[in-house]
C-alpha cells in the first residue's frame, strides 16, 4: 500500500501475475507509524479494494506482531478487520518483528513486546486464523493443503511457480 495504483494493478493482472501480495503489517495507525511505513489503513483498503477490482483472486496479506505499541487487543481487532473484509484475504503471512542488521532498527531498538507477549500474539493469531478456517461447512483440498503447510511453517516453491517482487526490503 502506498505505491501502487489500480492502473499498476491492472496492468500487473493483464500480465498474467495471478497473486498479490500487500505488506500491511498492522492495521493500527499508531503501529504503522511507529514501523515507519508509508501507507495508512486506509491506503491498504483502497490497495486491497483495488486489487480485488483489478481481477486478483488470489491476494496474500502480511501481518507483524511484536511490533512497536502493539496490544493484544489490536492484535485481535487487526485480524478480525482483515477476516471481515467482502472478499477476505486467500492467505495471511502472519510472522514476529525481527531486528535484523544493518536496519534502523537495529541501531535505534523501539521498546518492543517481550517473549511471552510474542507468544500471547502468535497463539490469538492462530486462534483466530483456525477459528475463521472451520467456520464454513466444506473446506476444499486446496484450501487445506494451504492451511496446513501455514500451519507446519512450510514454505515451498513450485517449479511452475513465479513470484515477482515489488517493493524495497526494510
Known amino acids: 500500500p502506498g505505491t501502487v495504483d489500480a492502473d499498476k494493478l491492472a496492468a500487473y493482472y493483464a500480465a498474467g501475475i495471478n497473486r498479490l ?6 492495521l493500527q495507525e499508531n503501529e504503522l507509524q511507529a514501523l515507519g511505513r ?14 480485488v477490482k483489478s481481477g486478483f483472486n488470489n491476494i ?12 493484544l487487543e489490536s492484535c485481535q ?11 477476505p484475504p486467500s492467505h495471511i503471512s502472519a510472522y514476529s518483528l ?7 532498527f ?25 477459528i475463521k478456517l472451520t467456520k464454513g461447512t ?21 517449479e511452475d511457480l513465479y513470484f515477482l517482487f515489488l517493493g ?3
Open 138 to 158: 466444506k473446506i476444499t483440498n486446496k484450501e487445506l493443503k494451504r492451511w496446513l503447510i501455514k500451519k507446519l511453517h512450510l514454505y515451498r516453491v513450485l
Open 38 to 51: 508509508i501507507h495508512s489503513t486506509e491506503d491498504f483498503f483502497q490497495t486491497y479494494s483495488m486489487g
Open 77 to 87: 481487532d487487526t485480524l478480525r478487520q482483515l477476516l471481515s473484509l467482502d472478499r
Open 168 to 170: 524495497k526490503r526494510n
Open 98 to 104: 525481527i531486528i535484523e542488521e544493518g536496519t534502523p
Open 106 to 130: 537495529y541501531e535505534n531498538t523501539p521498546v518492543l513486546p517481550d517473549e511471552e507477549m510474542d507468544r500471547l500474539f502468535y497463539k490469538i493469531t492462530n486462534d483466530i486464523l483456525n
Open 21 to 26: 501480495s500487500i505488506g500491511v503489517q498492522s
Open 60 to 71: 496474500n496479506v502480511d501481518l507483524m506482531s511484536a511490533i512497536p505499541e502493539q496490544t
